[in-house]
């Protein structure tokens, strides 16, 4: 007799599977009503990483990293309050497709293309705000430290299985190879 011919194995595959697709559902329906904890994720091992890098590269001072600290949480409230007020506004402008309300897509438009704006100046102010509480020698360093990230932009990252901050290696490499991973722009090329 066949297995799947058996009442009660097909009884609990199918009930399985509705558990499976009602918990598929919920997942979905959560992270639509709580779009706020969507933007802002970091994991656990990356929140904070940002703040430890300037704090080491720019090798600030006790003063300067509390104050660094206060702007940076100013600035993540602010940030997180925009990206919200987007959202929300794209979302009003997504309903219109199906349920037009009155509001005019053009004044829905404006609001996103406002929101965004204020985001750019708020993270251009958080910059500001980091320069004027590093010295000379820092400045400096934070420009090559900006001029390094501006490199890697518009670069896809590595793979997860070989990203060390999410637990993988880089697998090795034969010694006669050479580099597979090009240097920045600007900077010569590594010789081994």
């Given amino acids: 007799m066949d297995a799947f011919n058996k009442p009660q194995l097909m009884m609990w595959t199918v009930v399985g599977l509705v558990v499976l697709n009602l918990t598929s559902l919920g997942t979905l329906w959560w992270s639509q009503q709580h779009p706020a904890l969507q933007s802002g994720f970091q994991p656990p091992h990356a929140q904070g990483r940002g703040l430890r890098v300037l704090e080491e590269r720019l090798n600030l001072n006790e003063e300067q990293t509390q104050q660094l600290r206060n702007v940076r949480r100013q600035q993540l409230h602010l940030i997180h309050t925009l990206e919200f007020e987007t959202h929300e506004a794209r979302r009003a402008l997504n309903e219109q497709l199906f349920h037009p309300d009155g509001s005019s897509k053009e004044e829905l438009a404006r609001i996103i293309g406002e929101k965004q704006s204020q985001l750019e100046i708020a993270r251009f102010d958080h910059f500001q705000q980091l320069v004027n509480i590093c010295n ?15 490199a890697n932009e518009n670069q896809p990252p590595p793979p997860v299985g070989m990203r060390p901050e999410l637990g993988g290696v880089r697998p090795a490499r034969p010694q006669n190879m050479g580099d597979p991973f090009p240097p920045p722009p600007g900077m010569p090329p590594r010789i081994e």
Avoid: G, S, T, W
């Fill in 136 to 150: 000379e020698d820092q400045k400096m360093r934070l420009l090559e430290l900006m001029a390094d990230l501006a």
